[in-house]
């Protein structure tokens, strides 16, 4: 069973950057694949980048790419996202999510919300 707790949202202006933070609990955190999730008012949820076991791949929507960055630290097991030149698009509830396969997340966070102000 693996525990996720977001934290590090809040209110930004257009241009500026915020620091996503997702703790997990457990012993085999280095296991897991570790995603960022977004759901945009009134839209669905959708993938915004994930981060291999190790550490040594990543993956990114094209609507983030260049801007945002997801790295992990296994040793503090605690995944992150730096989210910078935001645009009021990229307001939404950001959760995390881990998964030990190639399949579906099993584990998610309950959400940081982000609000970006044009």
């Known amino acids: 069973q693996v525990q996720l707790v977001e934290s590090g949202g809040g209110l930004v202006q257009a241009g500026g950057s915020l620091r996503l933070s997702c703790a997990a609990s457990g012993r085999t955190f280095s296991n897991y694949i570790m995603g960022w999730f977004r759901q945009p008012p009134g839209k669905e949820r959708e993938f915004v980048a994930h981060i291999s076991g190790s550490g040594g791949s990543t993956s990114y929507a094209d609507s983030v790419k260049g801007r945002f960055t997801v790295s992990r630290d296994n040793a503090k097991n605690t995944v992150y996202l730096q989210m910078n030149s935001l645009k009021p698009e990229d307001t939404a509830h950001y959760y995390c999510?881990?998964?030990?396969?190639?399949?579906?997340?099993?584990?998610w966070g309950q959400g940081t919300q982000v609000t970006v102000s044009s």
């Open positions: 999510a881990a998964k030990a396969s190639i399949y579906g997340y099993d584990y």
